[in-house]
């Protein structure tokens, strides 16, 4: 694969990671329906971190299944088509940060100097918790014609084109 398109797709990320302060998140409840929200998010370069309450349905289905998914979209009034806007969408697990720990008290700082100092007072409240998102792997949307899987493990990148819709097919 050519380097201008691993860049492309890499400076996308970047780009969605720098102007996009909120992540979707779709998890699954104890009945196995879907619920969708979103969260602000802190992204370190390998992991999400979302602050939310346990009030929130969220929570209560993450520690029951913490297998998840999470959408990254570029704003609507800043696309060219808006059926192509530019994102992120992945599989992912999601974990509990221990309240009190290094990690939590670094990952807070990040992420309310990142949207907004009203973090602090979130993360005193004992209902929120810190969760941390594992991505596994996702699809980068940078256009028509223009979706990639991105392995965020790896960082491989594999275009979806005509080939790969044809080895998905054979595998089946």
Do not use: W
């Amino acid at each position: 694969m050519a380097e201008s398109t691993n860049n492309l797709v890499h400076n996308t990320l970047n780009s969605l990671h720098e102007s996009v302060l909120t992540l979707i998140l779709s998890t699954i409840n104890q009945d196995t329906g879907i619920e969708t929200s979103y969260s602000p998010y802190f992204f370190d370069g390998n992991d999400y971190y979302i602050l939310i309450s346990n009030l929130a349905p969220h929570s209560q289905n993450i520690k029951t299944n913490p297998n998840i998914s999470f959408l990254i979209i570029e704003d609507e009034t800043n696309t060219k088509n808006i059926y192509a806007r530019r994102r992120i969408t992945s599989q992912a697990t999601a974990k509990v940060i221990e309240r009190g720990s290094e990690v939590f008290e670094q990952i807070i700082d990040n992420l309310a100097k990142r949207v907004s100092k009203m973090v602090y007072m979130l993360a005193e409240m004992n209902d929120f918790n810190l969760y941390k998102i594992t991505p596994t792997v996702g699809r980068v949307v940078i256009g028509f014609g223009r979706t990639f899987i991105y392995n965020h493990q790896t960082k491989a990148i594999t275009p979806v084109d005509e080939s790969y819709l044809a080895n998905q097919k054979a595998q089946q």
